[in-house]
């Protein structure tokens, strides 16, 4: 079994009182994209600056290919880093920028020039090396700099929502290079977000973050179609829970008074709180009842036009609220607001959570 | 600087607004100035300003070995005070602008607050420390270190760091300026990129203050050459600096047109210095 | 944490905070001691202190330096307020209108700061004798001569408030009926008036605290206690001096403390060197 390329173990980060990363073990294989997805304040960024190296941890270990790295700084880590804001010199050309790296690992001149061109037409800023970051754009001060972390060849690419400060247009344009060019190169890459369709989109896996812990790790079908905890399903897209208690016959009763006969994991205890979570998208509404699988009685209280799709915003007969999504294939619905309507679908959809 | 309403055309409501002032400076500034570079190009007898035009008072600054000896001392300590408070004051600045304390805001004031005494009153606390029945010498002899008590002033020596601790606070205060406008992100990527932190300051921090720790030195520089006080408090007869100089043709000697003449000197010598100051802070980096 | 870490990640910040620690002690370490001098029970300067005594502040007390004391406070005090009241609409008009000549002015604003303070008090003391003032030398000349050098400071603070006007208030103050003078009393002076207090803090203390002018303009009954404790120092040492020189610092002290607490010095204290 090959050493990972990347091993957190047991890593915490304490601020006085405050605890900004409570305790990450996690895995990275060779080649593999990673993103640490959570809100703000989950720590995401604290532990890519404990990978990167700019501060130290409180306690745990990190692996950069099977060497430990905690006590070393960051300048003795095989890393690459590019910032949120990008961090490009100032006073150095775009080429002297990308060529900082290579200076500190003493290439030769004549190399350092050549990897720096092929880094630079890499991010297709090929010609552009001599320019100063004052001068250039917003996306191509981001490409200067992801060239920069990416000619020294890193074991270990990191990228702090680097992402965020480019306009809508742009940032699905990069997202699309940015795997691309990882693919291509095969380097190993941890991407921190906030944003979850970027995570969706870019990521070969995804540690989902929240409060200094990480909740779940999958790859994006694995997070979105079976979220292990509340907070990830209810980050990751938009996701109905419904109130409910596990049934002696190993079902669960909705608060209702409906029972669904979906599988229970045999350590949850009878009579304990649970949420049946059904993705709005994964739910219909009819006129009538449906036959068996899921069936909530309600009436709708607002229809959201969004384009490619309708958002029906119910409520329901024990006044929790749901929301079922439409696409909107050109036909009309077949109900209004006030409609009384039945959200339904087959239990196949749906999953039991934790109460959290 | 940004004009927020265009000028009104045809209204001399700005010049309404500046007359009275303007007429201060002019009067109050200006022309005592002009004054001065008259005089100094005017001959003196007998304690009185004539009005016959003369080189002679130039020629005498210039030529006579004692008031060489004058402006290579005031030099030689507007140098050694500049380069001492950018010694200290750097790593004051650095460690200010970066710590993240919550007393952060309290250790700026402290270093800033030698400034609300008066230059008289900080060099009073050097010749305290420094005379020699003073708290230094006191100390070394309790230590047994020396056996006779030392002549620590009057000297230049002590003139310089009286100047110096005077001054400190206008270093810190120049190169905290700077060091602000330095993104700290910048330090972290070229520690990611290898650089140690001996290299990461010389190639990134450095360059970038530059302008501000120049511009620092070139304050300081500019007015440890006009000081009076502390030269006058430290120093004594032999260690005269421009300032005590001018002084004493002024005060003592009456003599106008040669202290005329020094303070032209001084004047042009400032300009100089604060016009490179400027230059430098003018041209921060910023990104 | 282990020692290979800290020593790897946080030893150099430690250094450097050693270093600073070393340097406050020599900022700070001087006036400490005068402060600690002037308790002194002999005539000498001891370090530390032998004995306890407050009779050097007692003599501190005595009209031989409260006189000088009050004189600066006078003169400081109406400096401050001549100084803010001329650079308001100085300030005012550098910042908002472009004219000929403007350059010159901005010039001639900050010439008292680009020149030393001592040329400027010999150029005073020759003025007012050539034009044959003579007799106002002493309260009147140091008055004209501290505006000088002060008013700089009033028009570089009220210029930073200036600039942190939002854009567009004046503008909809008049939308909203305010005519040109409400609009300045009631948005933009509210507005500039912790500049307005901030220089007329600054040319005080810097008022109070001037040597190098005053050296040339004062006269017997007319001193400052700065030029005051000058003088006394050529007589060699006293205790007194000690007692007097904390009082000098106190003041200012308490009053920049005053301020902040109440109005806020702040974003003052960098000065702005890309503006005007």
Redesign the interface.
Known sequence: MPEPALRLAGIEKHYGATVAVAGIDLEVQDGEFVTLLGPSGCGKTTTLGLIAGFFPPTAGEIYLRGKPVADLPSFKRDIGVVFQDYALFPHMTAAENVAFGLRMRRVAPGETAQRVKDALDLVKLGGLGDRRPLQMSGGQRQRVALARALVINPAVLLLDEPLSNLDLKLREEMRVEIVSIQRRLGITTIFVTHDQGEALVMSDRIAVMNAGRIEQVGDPAAIYETPATRFVAEFIGRMNLFNGAVTPARGVRLASGVEVALPVPDDVATGTAVHVAIRPERARLTPGTPGDGLALMGKVRRILYLGAAREIHLELADGERGVVEVRNDGSGLGFAEGSEVWLSAPLANCRVLPVR | MAVAAPARSGAPSHWLLVAIPAAVLLVFFVVPNVLLLSASFLKSEAQQLTTTPTLDNYQFLFTRRLYLEVFLRTFMVGLAVGVLDILLGFPLAYFLVRTRSRFKGLLIALSLAPLLASVVVRTYGWYIILNRFGVANDLLLNLGIIEDRIGFMPSTGAIVIGLAHALLPYAVLSIMGSLNGINPNLESAAMSLGANRTRTFFSVVLPLCLPGVAGGFLLVFSIAISAYATPAILGGPATQVAATAIYNFIAVILDWSLGAALAVVLIVSSLLLLYGAARLGANRAAL | ??F???R???A?WAL??A??IF??V??????L??AA?SFNQGT????PPRGFSFRWWERAMAPEWLDPLWFSLKLGSLTALISTA??L??A????????RGREA?VA??L??L???????G??????FQ?VGLRDYIGFAALL??H??IC?PFAVRTVTISL?T?P?NV?LAAASLGATRLATLRHVVFPLIKTGLIAGAVFAF?HS?????LS??LARPGEIPI?VK??GF?EFG?APT??AV?VI??LL??VL?AIVERVSGL?DF??GD????
């Open positions: 944490m282990s290979r870490r800290w790897a990640n946080r150099p450097l905070r270093f600073v340097i406050y020599f900022s700070l370490g001087p006036i001691i005068t001098v000498r300067s001891y370090f001329l650079a609409p100085l005012f008009a550098l910042y908002r209108y472009r004219f002015l001639l604003t010439g008292p680009m020149l030393p303070t001592l040329v400027t010999v150029g005073l003391l020759q003025l050539i004209v001569g505006v000088v008013m600039s006007l854009p004046e203390i109070f605290t001037d040597v190098n050296i040339f700065t404790i000058l120092l040492f001096l000690a020189a000098t610092l200012p002290l920049v702040g204290i960098y060197r890309n503006r005007a």
